[in-house]
């Protein structure tokens, strides 16, 4: 049988409380609805991969910051799903070049965030409208280039 996968550009998302899922993602293409990405109790037995026809693919909680870190960063993404073996994942659609700089790295590198010094910490803050993120980063994770 043909693997199940359609590229995606949005998603929506539920945190759930008293839910038998955690959490669950759906991704959309311009509105229109292409799959969920599942997230169930760290523990509990997770359900094989389905497709409904559209991908539905289950991860543990523990993998839910792993996952929205993606969803965040790389784009173009599709889910994918091989109806025989039940494999899913979340993939990148292109190669992606080596050395490619994202995230708040590539922000304070770019201008367009800048840190602040917070009891220890460093606040990373938005310079422009454009940028939305906001974090924290200590010194003893690591060096830090600052274009100051």
């Avoid at 008293?18 to 509105?31: D, N, R, S, W």
């Avoid at 070049?97 to 220890?120: D, I, T, Y």
Wanted: net charge positive.
């Amino acid at each position: 049988m043909a693997t199940v996968q359609a590229d995606f550009d949005g998603y929506k998302l539920w945190y759930y409380s008293g839910h038998p899922y955690e959490a669950l993602i759906y991704v959309y293409k311009t509105g229109k609805y292409v799959g969920r990405i599942v997230f169930f109790k760290d523990g509990a037995a997770i359900p094989p991969n389905a497709g409904y026809p559209e991908p539905s693919i289950h991860y543990p909680l523990s993998r839910f910051d792993d996952v929205m870190n993606i969803l965040r960063e790389e784009k173009p993404l599709y889910p994918f799903l091989n109806p025989d073996n039940k494999i899913g994942m979340v993939a990148t659609a292109d190669v992606e070049p080596a050395g490619k700089e994202e995230g708040f790295l590539s922000a304070v590198r770019n201008h367009c965030m800048q840190p602040r010094s917070l009891r220890g910490f460093f606040e990373l803050i938005p310079l422009r409208s454009g940028c939305r993120r906001r974090g924290l980063w200590s010194p003893a994770a690591g060096s830090l280039p600052i274009p100051c």
